[in-house]
């Protein structure tokens, strides 16, 4: 099984409304990153948390970290139409340089 | 400034025939990705170079080659392909490896199908 697991699976709102997504991970870990993909495209990179840090702000993202529980949510504030796509966490295992990816979270804003 | 350059965008390949997908990265990074990406599963990583001279397998290597053939360029080659292989590959690349905390930046991907 995958190194991350996203919860939920899909999710669907509307503009304005916040989207909270959840990664779950197995082993120890350097950082945790978040990665956005819009449907046919390439990834692209979000917010970086370092595994001393608990909690980091970018813009309309934030991103808590919880290594005792091996857990990181996602907060998208005041969601837009533009941020419908995929949402990735990838996780930097600890002592080498593999970056894991989970399974995704496909998030519908409506306008 | 290209970033990542995957190339070819499609191909279609019959079982057994064999290939090399190319990857170029034009930002000066020291290391280099390969996933595959399949409905429902997420990326997986294929191999990676975690600096020009080596290589290390990743979490489904099982079929593929790959060669750093300098800073900028990582390839991967299918042998003998199969249709498990049909997927989306992604390359990527990153200032330095995961380690050191460097986000990766995404080619466009290969859609390749294996018949």
């Known amino acids: 099984s995958q190194q991350g697991e996203e919860d939920p699976q899909a999710l669907s709102i509307q503009e304005g409304e916040n989207a909270t997504m959840n990664c779950s991970y197995k082993?120890?870990?350097?950082?945790l990153q978040w990665y956005r993909q819009n449907s046919g495209r390439g990834l692209v990179h979000l917010i970086l948390i370092r595994s001393n840090e608990r909690e980091k702000h970018s813009g309309r993202l934030r991103v808590t970290l919880d290594t005792s529980k091996k857990s990181s949510s996602l907060l998208i504030t005041a969601s837009r139409a533009a941020d419908t796509a995929s949402y990735f966490c990838a996780t930097g295992l600890l002592g080498t340089d593999k970056l894991i990816f989970g399974t995704g979270t496909r998030l519908q804003v409506f306008p | 400034n290209a970033g990542v350059t995957q190339t070819p965008k499609f191909q279609v390949l019959k079982t057994g025939q064999s290939m090399t997908l190319q990857c170029a990265q034009d930002?000066?990074?020291?290391?280099m990705y390969w996933y595959r990406q399949d409905p429902g599963m997420g990326l997986r990583l294929i191999y990676y170079?975690?600096?020009?001279?080596?290589?290390d397998k990743g979490e489904v290597p099982n079929g593929y080659n790959v060669s750093r053939l300098n800073k900028r360029e990582f390839s991967l080659r299918l042998e003998s392909a199969a249709p498990s292989q049909t997927s989306v590959y992604f390359c990527?690349?990153?200032?330095?490896?995961?380690?050191?905390?460097?986000?990766?930046?995404f080619g466009n991907g290969t859609r390749l199908t294996v018949t």
């Open positions: 990527a690349s990153s200032t330095r490896g995961s380690s050191y905390n460097s986000p990766l930046h």
């Open positions: 170079s975690a600096s020009e001279g080596t290589t």
């Open positions: 930002m000066n990074h020291n290391s």
């Open positions: 082993t120890s870990i350097n950082n």
